[in-house]
Nanobody, 121 residues
């Protein structure tokens, strides 16, 4: 599987960004797609996920601010981030899993290119 995230950048607190992640090498539409992030000095954590059927779930810290979506025709998953806060500063990654119960766990995965989001106060 190849995963390439892009769209990060420097934004002021309260600003917005939309991340994209292009996926190849798997049956995209059958997979749960999850966004993760790793802040400086911290462990990687899941942020948002979307199932093959379009159901979404978010970590409490981003609920109401982030929206995950997918375009199966383009094998791409998106993360719309609004009202960004300095604590959202991290490298963001996406990954795929056939099992929605396993998707939020970071262990045992191969990772592609992430994208850095920096939120200034």
């Amino acid at each position: 599987v190849q995963l390439q995230a892009f769209g990060g950048g420097l934004v002021q607190s309260g600003g917005s960004l939309t991340l994209s992640c292009v996926v190849s090498g798997i049956a995209f539409r059958s997979n749960v797609m999850t966004w993760y992030r790793q802040a400086p000095g911290k462990q990687r954590e899941w942020v948002a996920m979307i199932t093959s059927g379009g159901s979404t779930n978010y970590v409490d810290a981003v609920k109401g601010r982030f929206t995950v979506s997918r375009d199966n025709a383009k094998s791409t998953v998106y993360l719309q981030m609004n009202n960004l806060k300095p604590e959202d500063t991290a490298v963001y990654y996406c990954n795929a899993d056939l099992n929605p119960l396993r998707a939020r766990f970071v262990g045992g995965r191969s990772w592609g290119q992430g994208t850095l989001v920096t939120v200034s106060s």
